[in-house]
């Protein structure tokens, strides 16, 4: 936290605006390449910036085999936990390199060749990492959807990519229930106009699958007689994955990732941003249907060579909130990188971390925190209870990784609690008002990256080139649109205060709901929040809070209302308007943990809506319309 740690990263913050050429070119040094690029950045087609375009690489060679030809083959490359299986699997480089070898030779009997598509909808089991590794390894695409995805979102994906081949397993497993997913798989199939050649199946003993003959293979048949298929050249800029993420229409853009940009600017991410080495264990309790999963429990640590963990469980229930903590001591983990809602879920169960106690993490030094923004009450908590560096850190699936980071492997600098600290290098990061001009420093507005984007970020959106212009790009010309509001204070810290669409107007006062939430989330009795704009014929908008309660709170509701209704009017002001909070059991959230504020919107204001595909339970957007009506703004719907 000395000045040196700031000059140091102002040092190479400084060279990756002034120089992208020489800073990503001595990036790029680290990665393998069959063919070394002669040029770093082109900007002569894309509106952000193509890297390396003319270099020659493969991404599964340089997370696997690069390792195994290093001498590091007996080395731990994956660990697999799963509480809810009772199991613990670990593989090493050597193991995971002829297992890829030998799935993507099933692949290739099926007829997948460079450039197909291939749809992952998997749990989380080490033969998803293999499936994509394979992909990766014969230039096939992969598009990974989260496992239970329901059928009809799962069959808009299909006919998106057009697969040619979908892997799949006969089930996911919840805390307390098994999801078959070959009724699922056949439903969107039945529904897709795009019909795959063929289904691989991986046959979990908790469900059986029906195969269909002539379709559906067993991934250990296919694999007990399969050829190991070696990597394939690919250019920088050929498609290492596709994935999908909401779009405002309803309809999911494909994100599309490249392979050259994305290996470097992963790799070195794992050591300027995790302080992440060779060797070391590295979590991300995440999943690998999200971009977290992709960038941070298959490519990035693999590319570093670290050892990366896959855990099939949650933060609490397998079995208590204690999880998080048992598998940090057991494996020995350096890092963990989860999303603020899981640890919101930790304090609510375990408010006085009395579980910590019963485990050993004196080898855990950082906890990253991304996702959604980390509010100030659970980074203290998070503070106080392990004793170790809380980083707060902002990207999106589009970047791959971080826009904005304490750097802690360029020296940690100051916490500022509610910041994930400052422009991660190669972004120059600005906010922008309506008119595309720069506002003063502590001043909400959009926040943009000027081009070109740094490497790592998206490719293009598959099959929709108009509307990846349109989306990122078209109102702030020269900048990516990050769609995310806040503000840059006098030391140059990034303050992410919601998604522009959550800024309300009260009154003609441009209100940020993530600034109330900060204040709501302050309060004692309250493990988390959610605050929406509803609209109001006299002021436009009013904001509306909903509150979750840690466990065990015997205070009235009506009175911890009215605190946090004086907390708002105390830290932001009576010009915030808030006068509205209803508490609640939970908050209707993706899977991955994001609180669907925008579907509560729509419901508060008796607008139609669709319910979103990642929502982890629907019935929890009938208890907020509830408490909606309570509150006497939802009316009963039909």
């Not at 980390?374 to 999106?396: F, G, R």
């Not at 919107?601 to 009938?622: G, S």
């Amino acid at each position: 936290m000395s000045s040196d740690s700031n000059d140091a990263f102002e040092q190479v913050y400084g060279l990756s605006i002034s120089d992208p050429d020489q800073f990503w070119g001595n990036a790029a040094e680290e990665i393998h390449w069959y063919k070394k690029p002669s040029k770093v950045l082109d900007t002569s087609e894309s509106p952000h910036g193509k890297w390396f375009v003319d270099g020659e690489l493969n991404t599964c060679f340089n997370a696997v085999d690069r390792h195994v030809e290093a001498g590091r083959g007996d080395d731990i490359a994956l660990i697999y936990d799963s509480p809810v299986t009772s199991t613990v699997r670990k593989f090493s480089f050597s193991e995971l390199q002829e297992l890829t070898a030998k799935f993507a030779g099933v692949l290739k009997t099926k007829g997948v060749e460079k450039g197909d598509r291939v749809i992952i909808y998997m749990p989380m089991i080490p033969e998803t990492l293999v499936a994509m590794l394979a992909c990766a390894r014969i230039g096939a695409i992969h598009g990974v959807v989260f496992g239970g995805f329901a059928s009809n979102e799962l069959a808009v994906r299909i006919d998106d990519a057009e697969p040619k081949v979908i892997v799949t397993a006969s089930c996911g497993i919840e805390v307390n229930r098994v999801i078959p997913y070959m009724p699922l798989l056949n439903g969107a199939i039945d529904i897709a106009i795009h019909k795959p050649s063929s289904i691989i199946v991986f046959e979990r003993p908790e469900a059986t699958a029906e195969l269909i003959e002539g379709r559906d293979v067993s991934w250990n048949d296919a694999m007990a007689t399969a050829e190991s298929a070696d990597c394939v050249s690919l250019k920088s800029t050929d498609p290492l994955y596709i994935l999908y993420t909401s779009g405002t229409t309803g309809i999911p853009k494909g994100v599309v990732r490249d392979n050259g940009g994305h290996a470097v600017a992963l790799n070195w991410t794992m050591k300027a941003i995790y302080n992440a080495e060779a060797g070391d264990v590295y979590w991300a309790a995440s999943d690998v249907g999200w971009v977290v999963g992709h960038s941070y429990i298959v490519y990035g640590p693999l590319l570093k060579g670290c050892t990366t963990i896959l855990f099939e469980g949650k933060p609490v229930g397998t079995p208590d909130a204690g999880a998080f903590w048992r598998v940090i001591a057991e494996h020995n983990v350096k890092s963990l990188f989860t999303a603020p809602t899981a640890f919101r879920a930790i304090k609510k169960e375990d408010p006085d971390a009395e579980l910590l106690k019963q485990y050993d993490l004196s080898n855990f030094e950082i906890l990253f925190l991304a996702g959604e923004r980390t509010d100030p009450d659970t980074l203290y908590w998070a503070e106080e209870n392990l004793n170790k560096p809380v980083i707060d850190h902002w990207w999106q699936t589009e970047t791959g990784w971080s826009i904005s980071a304490n750097c802690m492997g360029l020296g940690m600098l100051p916490v500022k609690a509610g910041s994930p600290t400052k422009p991660a290098p190669g972004w120059h990061l600005e906010v922008l008002d309506e008119n595309c001009n720069p506002v003063v420093n502590g001043e909400v507005g959009a926040l943009c990256g000027k081009l070109p984007m740094p490497p790592g970020s998206m490719l293009t959106l598959w099959n929709a080139p108009e509307r990846f212009v349109e989306s990122y790009f078209a109102e702030f010309p020269g900048y990516y649109k990050t769609a995310d509001a806040g503000f840059i204070d006098d030391d140059g810290y990034v303050f992410v205060m919601s998604r522009t669409d959550d800024i309300i107007n009260v009154a003609g006062h441009r209100l940020s709901t993530g600034g109330m939430e900060e204040v709501l989330t302050g309060h004692p009795d309250v493990a988390e929040c959610a605050v929406i704009g509803v609209a109001d014929q006299l002021k436009g908008q009013l904001p509306v809070g909903f509150l979750v309660l840690k466990t065990g709170v015997q205070k009235e509701s009506e009175d911890i209302v009215a605190e946090c209704v004086q907390l708002v009017r105390d830290q932001i002001g009576p010009v915030a308007a808030f006068k509205k909070a209803a508490v609640v059991v939970r908050l209707p959230k993706t899977r991955s943990g994001k609180i669907l504020r925008g579907t509560m919107q729509k419901i508060a204001d008796n607008e139609e809506y669709r319910m979103p595909a990642t929502i982890d339970d629907p019935i929890i957007l009938d208890e907020i319309d509830e408490a909606l009506q309570v509150l006497g703004l939802s009316k009963a719907r039909s």
